[in-house]
């Protein structure tokens, strides 16, 4: 197996490259054919015709007519059989050129164009065949036919870079799913709509329990007042405005910025207020709702006594975990 790579710089001649390997990069990237719709041929009138500016592609090797349409003689017809003869782009390899040129048809009543020569060495691309009638004194624009758009004889040069084949991993697809469903189909046997509906369940159960998780983490800010309110006082109770869970870590308070720790030990289990250090709050459990044995739900928390007021500061919550079905 041979690897070939290119194209990298020479070091003392050890990268050398030809023309082909240029080409053969290029023939990976473009169809042979012409570009934008160059190269029409042209009757004009007499016996001869002209080939347009454009370019063309063949395997690689790049043709451009620019300067000057090009004009080729048509040989005379005729007096008594037809001929139909090619106008073609041919790439001549051991001459090392491109050019466009007319390849003569055979004398016979019902003629027939002349078969391309592609091979190894010479390779054309048809662009137009001439019909040239018995008694032809003068080639006409009716008497052209144009190919350039025939992919067979020349065609537009397109991308030649195919469109992602996706045979092989269809089949991994239906591999895998082959393995799920028979891995599923005893289940299908019998009750086939209640076995459906139970997995159906469990994919809900698991969809809601997802669902639920990715609301604690979703956060709402409230800015509840001014602590310069006449009632905003170290150890005053505030009313939120939505229901949350106690003992769940689900609020998360901040005072000008700065973070407030919540309290663990309940007032009713205190009996009175006490300093449980600077910045802290507690969860309140008057007016509470309870939703379990294990779960309560409250919309209270109070400012710890030890709170060093400052007239400019704002109460901010930021809440996880909102229970709204208890909302007022």
Not at 101 to 119: C, D, H, K, M, Y
Not at 261 to 283: A, F, M
Not at 295 to 310: A, M, P, Y
């Amino acid at each position: 197996m041979a690897e070939r790579s290119s194209f990298f710089d020479s070091i003392d001649r050890d990268r050398v490259y030809y023309a082909a390997d240029f080409a053969s990069h290029l023939a990976e990237y473009f169809t042979n054919g012409i570009f934008n719709n160059g190269l029409m041929v042209i009757a004009n009138d007499d016996m001869t015709v002209s080939v347009k500016l454009g370019s063309a592609n063949i395997n690689g090797y790049k043709y451009k007519l620019d300067t000057n349409p090009k004009k080729i003689s048509v040989a005379n017809a005729d007096g008594i059989l037809n001929r139909i003869d090619n106008i073609v782009i041919r790439l001549d390899l051991p001459n090392r050129k491109i050019t466009a040129e007319i390849v003569q048809g055979s004398f016979t009543e019902n003629p027939i164009a002349p078969a391309l020569e592609r091979g190894t060495s010479i390779y054309d691309l048809r662009i137009a065949k001439i019909s040239i009638p018995a008694g032809t004194t003068a080639i006409s624009q009716d008497l052209i036919t144009d190919c350039r758009f025939d992919s067979n004889d020349c065609g537009n040069v397109i991308c030649a870079v195919q469109n992602p084949d996706f045979t092989d991993i269809s089949k991994q697809y239906d591999a895998a799913f082959n393995t799920w469903f028979n891995k599923i189909k005893a289940n299908l046997s019998g009750d086939v709509a209640g076995n459906l509906q139970q997995e159906i369940d469990i994919l809900e159960d698991k969809v809601n329990a997802n669902t639920n998780q990715i609301k604690k983490i979703t956060a709402k800010k409230y800015k509840i007042k001014n602590l310069d309110d006449p009632e905003m006082v170290a150890g005053a109770v505030i009313d939120l405005p939505f229901y949350y869970e106690t003992n769940t870590d689900s609020l998360d308070v901040f005072l000008n910025g700065e973070y407030l720790h919540r309290c663990h030990i309940h007032k009713t289990q205190l009996g009175s207020l006490i300093n449980l250090g600077e910045g802290s709050y507690y969860e309140v459990d008057e007016n509470e709702e309870r939703v379990s044995d294990e779960i309560v739900i409250s919309n209270k928390i109070q400012l710890t006594e030890d709170w060093k007021i400052d007239g400019s500061d704002n109460l901010e919550i930021i809440v996880k975990g909102e229970v709204e079905t208890l909302q007022d």
